[in-house]
């Protein structure tokens, strides 16, 4: 069963950075693309960030020039390093494929605020 893993959420303050990480457990599968998510409180679920198994990424406009998105296939897993973050950054983030093909985890949590 696939299972999805989000870490490295928190309380930060406006301008500072986090990052997000994760795991994808129980597939054994190369995944072309894997993405970021995230869902603020009344908000639908929006797409981040994608990234393919050959480097290519892509993003939201509102996050690009602060949000890089990088993975590493060995150890199945994808990151989100965010920088210079919003308050309108806060939300839950979540990671799956690109398509989404497997059900969602947890997520982490992010908040932004002085």
């Known amino acids: 069963q696939v299972q999805l893993v989000e870490s490295g959420g928190g309380l930060v303050q406006p301008g500072g950075s986090l990052r997000l990480s994760c795991v994808v457990s129980?597939?054994?599968?190369?995944?072309?693309?894997m993405g970021w998510y995230r869902q603020a409180p009344g908000n639908q679920r929006e797409f981040v960030a994608v990234a393919t198994i050959g480097g290519s990424t892509n993003y939201t406009d509102s996050v690009k020039g602060r949000f890089t998105i990088s993975r590493d296939n060995a150890k199945n897993t994808v990151y989100l390093q965010m920088n210079s973050l919003k308050p309108e950054d806060t939300a839950v983030y979540y990671c799956?494929?690109?398509?989404?093909?497997?059900?969602w985890g947890q997520g982490t949590q992010v908040t932004v605020s002085s």
């Open positions: 799956n494929t690109s398509p989404i093909r497997f059900p």
């Open positions: 129980g597939y054994r599968f190369k995944i072309n693309s």
